[in-house]
């Protein structure tokens, strides 16, 4: 091949139009830079995207998570499942508030928490010995909400539903309705992130979506101090200056800046969905016919924040593409291996399907400012190792 980059192929990037870079600058013009307008029309734009009632600008997904426990009052021992699939933050939620975090294996055709598996969990213990769940939509393929709310209810679990990989993306019901990630027909809570190799790149930003009202009036009041000014809520009344710190909270804002370039990303999100799903048939496409390429399972509602390949010698193509400037990574080193987590008891060897699919992944370039041309570079050096 001919074709060589001029520059690194990452596996994600961000991309930023001249019309992001003039938002920002009215904003940075205008009276707020923070706590101002921006930020609750990026809420009810972004709402009515994902199709949720309400929504909650954070500072980041993480953020998000921690305000989602405490929302749900999560206390120190309970128990809360969770995929090992995942970028630390899905767990530590749980741990900020003291609760304990317990895994479920993974589905090996699409590295989803295995529902099946989180049954298993549920019926080998008394009821009332986990509190929740935390599914995550991995890679942008989305989690059957609808049966993780049937066994929820079954069980007495809320719902934190993680899809940081995926706004836009959307599973079919048991009715043959689309449902999409975030929407709040299932899960109590849901979050996002708009960090740069999102589909919604703010540098740094979050979002909680939900269809209950009561824990929208907790998140807006954890988000910002356990702080409120909201005269209907107020123990009394002082003046118009007067506001009440009414629990403990957390700084935890998402500034005006950061959500005018929110907003102008979501303008064209659905455009940025399209190409994701365009590359990723190509890249179907081209592995469908080479054995020692197994592609993660797609599905009609797969968001692709990522693209998964497993390959038998992983460390290997891995080098090898870097060193011809084509930058993959790895998603995710099973959370319960961590060193943090070994210490509370986790070892390897517990989830065997999340550790087989760790020891073969490879997340390869996907984004929607990649051209064909750099694809094809990427396929013909994957290609060409594999072979």
Same mark, same amino acid.
Request: hydrophobic share 40%.
């Given at each position: 091949?001919?074709f ?6 990452? *596996? ?25 307008? !921006?930020?609750?029309?990026f809420e009810?734009?972004?709402?009515a ?12 997904g993480?953020? =998000? ?7 749900? !009052?999560v ?28 895994? =479920?294996?993974?589905?090996?055709v699409?590295?989803?928490i295995?529902?099946r598996?989180?049954?298993q ?5 008394? &009821?009332g010995?986990f509190?929740?769940?935390?599914p ?10 609808e049966?993780a ?42 979050i996002f ?9 703010t ?8 269809n ?8 807006l009041?954890? &988000? ?13 009344h002082d003046?118009?200056?007067y506001m ?7 700084? *935890? &804002? ?6 005018a ?15 994701? &799903? ?5 890249y ?5 016919a ?9 599905a ?6 990522? *693209? ?18 084509v ?13 943090? *987590?070994?210490?509370?008891?986790w ?8 550790e ?7 997340s ?11 694809q ?12």
């Amino acid at each position: 091949m001919s074709f060589y980059p001029a520059h690194p192929i990452a *596996y994600g990037r961000q991309h930023i139009t001249e019309a992001d870079v003039q938002a920002v600058v009215e904003t940075l013009h205008s009276d707020y830079l923070t706590q101002g307008p !921006k930020v609750g029309e990026f809420e009810e734009k972004f709402a009515a995207y994902i199709g949720a009632k309400y929504a909650v600008a954070v500072s980041n997904g993480t953020a =998000a998570l921690h305000l989602c426990a405490l929302a749900l !009052k999560v206390q120190p021992g309970q128990r809360v499942i969770t995929t090992p699939i995942t970028f630390a933050a899905s767990a530590n939620c749980v741990r900020y508030c003291g609760g304990e975090v317990c895994f =479920a294996d993974i589905d090996p055709v699409t590295a989803l928490i295995d529902l099946r598996a989180v049954r298993q969990l549920l019926e080998s213990h008394p &009821r009332g010995h986990f509190h929740g769940l935390i599914p995550v939509d991995f890679a942008g393929l989305p989690v059957d909400l609808e049966e993780a709310r049937a066994l929820a209810d079954e069980f007495g679990l809320w719902i934190i539903e993680d899809s940081c990989h995926a706004p836009g993306g959307f599973f079919t019901d048991s009715k043959g309705q689309p449902q999409c990630c975030g929407n709040g027909q299932f899960a109590d809570l849901a979050i996002f992130s708009f960090h740069p190799v999102k589909h919604i790149a703010t540098g740094e930003g979050g979002m909680i979506t939900t269809n209950r009202e009561d824990l929208y009036q907790e998140l807006l009041k954890l &988000r910002t101090h356990g702080i409120t000014k909201d005269p209907t809520q107020l123990q009394r009344h002082d003046g118009g200056w007067y506001m009440e710190m009414q629990e403990l909270g957390y700084n *935890y &804002r998402m500034p005006d800046m950061l959500c005018a370039l929110g907003i102008s990303q979501l303008a064209r999100a659905d455009k940025g969905l399209a190409r994701r &799903r365009q590359l990723a048939a190509r890249y179907d496409d081209a592995f469908a016919a080479t054995p020692g390429i197994k592609p993660l399972a797609g599905a009609a509602g797969h968001a692709y924040h990522l *693209y998964v390949i497993e390959v038998e010698d992983r460390k290997g193509l891995y080098d090898a593409l870097r060193a011809k400037q084509v930058f993959a990574q790895v998603h995710y080193i099973p959370v319960h291996t961590m060193p943090y *987590y070994q210490q509370l008891g986790w070892k390897p060897g517990d989830f065997p399907l999340a550790e087989n699919y760790y020891a073969h992944c490879l997340s390869i370039p996907l984004f929607p400012s990649l051209t064909d041309e750099e694809q094809d570079y990427v396929v013909a050096c994957i290609l060409d190792f594999v072979r």
